[in-house]
């Protein structure tokens, strides 16, 4: 779609108000979309491994069909990929498992993450696989929730027993090499630049497995198409920094802390060289 005048989608706008209210309080890791509500996942309901073979079926089937769906979003520009960087410090991960963390503004961005990295899991014969939200497993419709619970993804849940089986999988996947995409700001901020506060889980998970943290931060900015929503089609530009290492000679609170601030430290400086501003935020409100 062209630049000619669109009328700014609703909730989009009422999405970038959230932010704004958000980010004044702080409240950084919060969702802001109105997401499906969650439906609990429970473990005979989830088979990480893809154990069975129907599931291992649909998944090969919906991949095929996920990667058609990312060449036609680049394809009719609804994805705009400017640029790929550093992306040799992926390659020297070859056959290794890594936790990858990116941060986490469109629905569209593990796409994008996943479009960069494909030829060099092609060549290992793997698959990327991505960590996601209970209810996007559980109650989302339609071919997008096809894709959240056959396309080689890790739902995390409320329940303890479920979790226990997400840790073990993870474990065993990350052992034997496979590639984990983490969204550790958490929640998905539409459009949103700048670089959040990290939670612990992904880097705690990284420890626990001994494998290490690539840090991939995303930067964007409008290109000459208008989207549907009235909003200016982003064009990215995906950053890879080199692998964080845990240090067994270290507790694991000091590896978890420093992988985290080294992994925020890399995102920050990123973001003020592309932009050329100060990474600074809204003035804090109660």
């Not at 989009?12 to 409240?27: A, F, G, M, P, T």
């Not at 989207?227 to 990215?236: A, L, T």
């Not at 985290?260 to 600074?280: S, T």
Request: net charge neutral.
């Amino acid at each position: 779609m062209s630049t000619q005048n669109v009328e700014k989608d609703k909730t989009r706008l009422s999405v970038l108000n959230r932010i704004d209210e958000y980010e004044r309080k702080r409240w950084f890791n919060k969702d802001v979309e109105d997401d499906p509500p969650t439906i609990p996942l429970t473990p005979d309901k989830v088979d990480y491994l893809n154990e069975k073979f129907i599931n291992r079926i649909l998944t090969k089937i919906v991949n095929i069909t996920a990667k058609k769906f990312i060449r036609d979003l680049i394809k009719n520009k609804q994805m705009i990929i400017k640029g790929i960087e550093g992306i040799e410090n992926f390659e020297k991960l070859e056959n290794q498992g890594a936790i990858l963390t990116c941060n986490h503004f469109n629905a569209f961005d593990n796409f994008a993450v996943h479009h960069a990295v494909l030829p060099y899991l092609e060549k290992e014969n793997r698959e990327l696989y991505k960590v996601i939200r209970e209810g996007n497993f559980t109650n989302f419709p339609g071919l997008y929730g096809l894709f959240f619970r056959h396309c080689n993804t890790l739902p995390l849940s409320k329940n303890f027993s479920t979790m226990k089986k997400f840790r073990y999988s993870l474990d065993v996947l990350l052992k034997r090499g496979e590639k984990v995409l983490i969204y550790a700001e958490q929640g998905m901020w539409w459009n949103y630049r700048k670089p959040r506060p990290l939670t612990k889980g992904a880097f705690k998970f990284a420890y626990d497995s001994e494998v290490p943290i690539l840090p991939i931060f995303i930067t964007m900015q409008d290109s000459d198409l208008m989207g549907g929503d009235g909003f200016p089609i982003q064009e990215y530009t995906l950053h890879f920094f080199p692998a964080i290492y845990p240090d067994k000679s270290k507790s694991e609170k000091e590896n978890i802390e420093f992988m985290k601030e080294k992994n925020f430290e890399l995102w920050k400086n990123c973001y003020e060289k592309v932009y050329g501003i100060p990474l600074e935020y809204l003035p804090e409100t109660e």
